[in-house]
């Protein structure tokens, strides 16, 4: 296998990666993901880890399904640079879109996705896994990315490295 060199977005691609694995070890998150009922007291665990079924609902690209059979739960990101602060350092930013049918939204929790929002945060917020420095969240709102469905949008920002050092 060949090694993989790291460049300006090696640090995006293996930073939502990293979210993808944290979320489907999460029991609370792939719950919320794969069940339809509306509380999360009576949920029976979902499978989690690299078989569980909510892995096919997490993206790591702004995925908008463009015809859906079923209800579902979606999570997806979306990264990009949005400083370059040296030759050496860029600010990059990542977006989790969290979205659900308006029928799932409610819970006797609260808002699934809201939930959903929460326990991701919970999970990835401050992490100093990739990149230097943490991943701080920078804001969190509300949209509406397709008919009958809703959602959050967080956003986060991480100082990386921007180059091959060979190449600064």
Known sequence: MQDIKHNSFTGM????????????????????????TDNEDSFVDVVKGSQSPAKSFI????????????????????SGVTQVN????????????????????????????????????EEINGMTDVGFGRLELVSANEFNPIQDYYGQVLEYTLKDHNRIGSKL
């Open 13 to 36: 691609t293996l930073l939502k990666q990293l979210i993808k694995k944290r979320c489907l070890n999460n029991q609370n998150i792939v719950n919320l993901i794969c069940i339809d």
């Open 59 to 78: 993206k790591l690209f702004p995925y908008v399904p463009e015809t859906i059979e079923e209800q579902s739960v979606f999570v997806t990101m979306q």
């Open 86 to 121: 040296s030759s050496a350092v860029k600010t990059t930013s990542l977006m989790i879109y969290i979205f659900a049918h308006e029928q799932l939204m409610d819970m006797l929790q609260g808002v699934r996705t809201d939930l959903l929002a929460g326990y991701i945060d």
